[in-house]
Every structure is written in structure tokens, then in C-alpha cells.
Nanobody
Framework: QVQLVESGGGLVQTGGSLRLSCAAS????????MGWLRQVPGKEREFVAR????????NYADSVKGRFAISRDNAKNTVYLQMNSLKPEDTAVYYC?????????WGQGTQVTVFS
């Protein structure tokens, strides 16, 4: 199993920046991918970004390309999401996820609110 703890959410004005962190513990050696998804009430959870844990390749949702950047620190077992040029439509609960062959593990979520 893997345990994930997110931090860094908060309230920010349109155009501002936030950096989310997600620290993993447990069977981190078995992680294949780490990523971020987000969810607003009444909607399904949507993909934001992911990173290959060993190689570092990244993927992004079209809605965040050029504004968000995912990165990792393997030594700290931590993944980051740098969010720039934030928009009100980025408001959501952001969840960290870790993919292992045994399944997907989730963090508890952190609220990001962007106001105009």
C-alpha cells in the first residue's frame, strides 16, 4: 500500500499561483505513475497531470497545458503541481494519485479556490 498526503491548497486571486505537494509513504518503490486529478461538486473527477515515476515523462490535460507543471523528487517521494495563471474554473478539490500494479491510491484532497 501507499499513503499520500497533500498540502498547498488555498485561496488565490485570478492570475495567481499555487504549488501543491503530495508526499508518498509505504510501498513507494512500486509506484509507476503519480498524478493529480480534480473534482468539483456534481461532476466527475477529471485528469489534470501525471508523471512517470521512474522516467519523468509528463502528460497534461489540455485545459492546463502551459499553465501547470508537474514534477517529482524521487528522494523525497514527493510530487508537485505548480499552478500558474490560475482561473476561476480551476477551482476544485485536487487529489493526488499513485498508480501501482496492485491498484490506484488516493490522497485526501486539498481545496483550491480561485476568485476573480
Amino acid at each position: 500500500q501507499v499513503q499520500l498526503v497533500e498540502s498547498g491548497g488555498g485561496l488565490v486571486q485570478t492570475g495567481g499561483s499555487l504549488r501543491l505537494s503530495c508526499a508518498a509513504s509505504g510501498r513507494t518503490v512500486s509506484m509507476l505513475y503519480m498524478g493529480w486529478l480534480r473534482q468539483v461538486p456534481g461532476k466527475e473527477r477529471e485528469f489534470v497531470a501525471r508523471i512517470v515515476w521512474s522516467g519523468g515523462s509528463t502528460n497534461y490535460a489540455d485545459s492546463v497545458k502551459g499553465r501547470f507543471a508537474i514534477s517529482r523528487d524521487n528522494a523525497k517521494n514527493t510530487v508537485y503541481l505548480q499552478m500558474n495563471s490560475l482561473k476561476p474554473e480551476d477551482t476544485a478539490v485536487y487529489y493526488c494519485a499513485a498508480d501501482l500494479r496492485s491498484g490506484t491510491y488516493w490522497g485526501q484532497g486539498t481545496q483550491v479556490t480561485v476568485f476573480s
